[in-house]
C-alpha cells in the first residue's frame, strides 16, 4: 500500500506571496490533518479534514486554509506568506472520524522557507 | 487543554547502553499517548502508543514505554542502545473525542545521539 505523499518536497517564497501544498493520502484513509514544524519544535496542529470538510482547527489565522477532495487527497494554502511561515509542513492521513486513538501515517513534509 | 513536556532537548548514549527519554503530560481528559520518531529528511513515524489497558507498552525496533498515571509519565526506553536509533524523538497526546480535540500535542522533541 502507499504511504502519504506531498509535494513539492522544498520551496523558496518571498514575503506576502501565496503558496499551495499538497497531500495524498494513504489509500483507504478519509481523514487529513495538516502541522506545522518550525525549526527545533515539535509539530503543532494546523487543521483537520473528514469528507471534504473541516473537522477541527488549531490556532492559526485565516490565511491558512486548506481544501479534501473526493479522492481524500488534501491542499494546505497559505496567503501573505510572512518569515515565520518558514517551516516544514506535515500532511497526516488516518482512517475514519477522529477518535483521539488513531495512529496518524506522516508523509515526509514539504519544507517552505520564505525569504 | 492538554501538553506535553519532555525533559531533555539532546541525549547522548554509547552504544548499547540504556536508552531513556522522559515525556510528561497534561490532560483535562484521559489520556491517549504516543512516542513517535523522526529520522532526517522524514516523516513522523510510530514507535508505540498507550490508549487503554496495560501500561507497559511494546514497540518497533525494541522500544516501550509505561504509563504511570500518578506521575504523568510516559518515559521511552530501549535496553541496548543501536546506531540505527540516532533520531528525534517526539511524545504525543490526544484525549478522547469528546469536545473539540481533535489534534495530537507534541512536545519538542528530544534528539538522540548514539555514540560508538
Known amino acids: 500500500e502507499t504511504g502519504v505523499t506531498q509535494s513539492p518536497t522544498h520551496l523558496i517564497k518571498t514575503r506576502g506571496q501565496q503558496v499551495t501544498l499538497r497531500c495524498s493520502s494513504q489509500?483507504?484513509?478519509?481523514?487529513v490533518s495538516w502541522y506545522q514544524q518550525a525549526l527545533g519544535q515539535g509539530p503543532q496542529f494546523i487543521f483537520q479534514?473528514?469528507?471534504?470538510?473541516?473537522?477541527g482547527r488549531g490556532n492559526f489565522p485565516p490565511r491558512f486554509s486548506g481544501l479534501q477532495f473526493p479522492n481524500y487527497s488534501s491542499e494546505l494554502n497559505v496567503n501573505a506568506l510572512e518569515l515565520d511561515d518558514s517551516a516544514l509542513y506535515l500532511c497526516?492521513?488516518?482512517?475514519?472520524?477522529?477518535?483521539?486513538?488513531?495512529?496518524?501515517?506522516f508523509g515526509a513534509g514539504s519544507r517552505l522557507t520564505v525569504l | 487543554a492538554q501538553s506535553v513536556t519532555q525533559l531533555g532537548s539532546h541525549v547522548s548514549v554509547s552504544e548499547g547502553a540504556l536508552v531513556l527519554l522522559r515525556c510528561n503530560y497534561s490532560?483535562?481528559?484521559?489520556?491517549?499517548l504516543f512516542w513517535y520518531v523522526q529520522y532526517p529528511n522524514q516523516g513522523l513515524q510510530l514507535l508505540l502508543k498507550?490508549?487503554?489497558?496495560?501500561?507497559l507498552v511494546k514497540g518497533i525496533n525494541g522500544f516501550e514505554a509505561e504509563f504511570k498515571k500518578s506521575e504523568t509519565s510516559f518515559h521511552l526506553t530501549k535496553p541496548s542502545a543501536h546506531m540505527s536509533d540516532a533520531a528525534e524523538y517526539f511524545c504525543?497526546?490526544?484525549?478522547?473525542?469528546?469536545?473539540?480535540?481533535?489534534?495530537?500535542?507534541f512536545g519538542k522533541g528530544t534528539l538522540l545521539t548514539v555514540n560508538p
Open positions: 490532560s483535562s481528559v484521559p489520556p491517549y
Open positions: 504525543a497526546v490526544s484525549g478522547d473525542s469528546g469536545g473539540s480535540n481533535y489534534k495530537l500535542t
Open positions: 489509500s483507504g484513509h478519509n481523514t
Open positions: 498507550y490508549t487503554t489497558g496495560a501500561t
Open positions: 479534514y473528514y469528507r471534504e470538510e473541516e473537522n
Open positions: 497526516a492521513s488516518s482512517p475514519g472520524l477522529w477518535t483521539g486513538a488513531n495512529v496518524l501515517t
